[in-house]
């Protein structure tokens, strides 16, 4: 089932794609039909009160930035207020210089997550969505990681979450900025899989229904300006759009 947020003449609420239509969701069931796709604006899947993001996370972006070999998860944090859907705009402050896109696969919370044994993530996983990790680089170089990973638009999220997606081995993780591949990639190649991010995460931190885990990027970690768009598909998933605007 793919399960969205969406917004509709001024009202809110929490649905369900069939085809091309989005349902309304009662007691988790696709009820009334609420419009098409292209009538109804679709907002970040969930609101997590809690994004754990893992870096240095796939074996060819280790090798392309001549990074160590990770002995255990790299983790930080990406505050809510970073939080975007689909459709919207991700905003760079004027000071920065360089903006980085980072196309990943998202990791929603569906039930309370602590001490979670590796052999047994999937029971704590409500679904899946793609999610691109906004990267102010220069703030990150000059150590301001909390500034550089959480600024406002800093995380969009979409389109939807996708509660039964394929073997992770099938999926891809594909970055596109102007309609050229700059990303690409397959889930089978993170060094830590999702089983082992959840249960080395909630060991410290507990997950509630809604939060998120960002599984790190691939190679081909780039700059985009204002004036660019930026799609991250997976396989299996969808498609997450947004363009990138100057922030007044």
């Not at 899946?128 to 500034?147: I, K, L, P, S």
Request: hydrophobic residues 40%; contains cysteine.
């Amino acid at each position: 089932m793919r399960l969205v947020r969406y917004r509709r003449d001024g009202r809110t609420g929490r649905g369900a794609v069939v085809g091309d239509l989005v349902h309304e969701l009662t007691d988790g069931v696709p009820g009334r039909v609420v419009g098409e796709l292209g009538e109804v604006r679709l907002l970040a899947p969930c609101e997590p009160r809690v994004i754990v993001c893992a870096g240095s996370n796939y074996a060819d972006q280790i090798a392309e930035k001549g990074r160590p070999w990770p002995e255990q998860p790299a983790l930080f944090l990406k505050a809510p207020n970073a939080i975007v859907g689909p459709g919207d705009e991700i905003l760079r402050p004027p000071e920065v210089r360089r903006l980085e896109y980072e196309g990943e696969l998202a990791v929603v919370i569906g039930r309370t997550a602590r001490g979670v044994p590796a052999d047994r993530a999937a029971d704590f996983v409500l679904g899946h969505t793609c999610a691109n990790d906004v990267t102010a680089h220069d703030w990150r170089a000059d150590g301001q990681w909390t500034r550089a990973k959480s600024a406002d638009t800093f995380c969009p999220l979409g389109p939807w979450i996708e509660t039964e997606p394929p073997d992770p081995a099938a999926m891809r993780i594909t970055t596109r900025l102007r309609g050229a591949v700059v990303q690409r990639g397959s889930v089978a190649d993170m060094v830590f899989g999702i089983g082992e991010l959840l249960a080395f995460v909630t060991r410290w931190i507990t997950l509630e229904p809604g939060d998120v885990l960002l599984t790190g990027s691939p190679a081909g970690v780039g700059p985009m300006a204002p004036g660019d768009d930026v799609e991250v598909e997976i396989s299996g998933i969808g498609t997450l759009r947004n363009a990138v605007a100057e922030r007044p």
